[in-house]
């Protein structure tokens, strides 16, 4: 895969915006999560990775810290609402969403919403 170049750059400014609160896993969740909205943001506008134009970084970085906001994966597990996979009220049965279920549905999610489109289309090629 090619490295995106002002990664390290995207990576320190999440770090001021959304600081380390002790998940052991943060720096494995930012870079999975940079590495996630870059994707999506190179096949959105048609760019190689190494080529995105480096007025969207800002962009990345509000994508980012949506995509870590909205599916809340700095929060320890226990205090997350989306591991929870069903709910029963009689006789109180709740289950819970493996982390296999909770990293595919994070792998199927479009990091690309309707708050960052307009600012994408301004970079975006018509792909041949």
Known sequence: MIEFPRKNKIITKLAILVPDNGNE??????DFVVNKVVSDVSNYIHFPIDSIPEELDMTVVSMCMQLLDTHELLKPVDDRNDGVSSLSEGDVSVSFKTPAEVYSALQSV????????????SFRRVQR
């Open 25 to 30: 896993d943060y720096s494995s969740i930012i």
């Open 110 to 121: 479009n990091s690309i919403t309707d708050n960052f489109i307009a600012q994408l289309n």
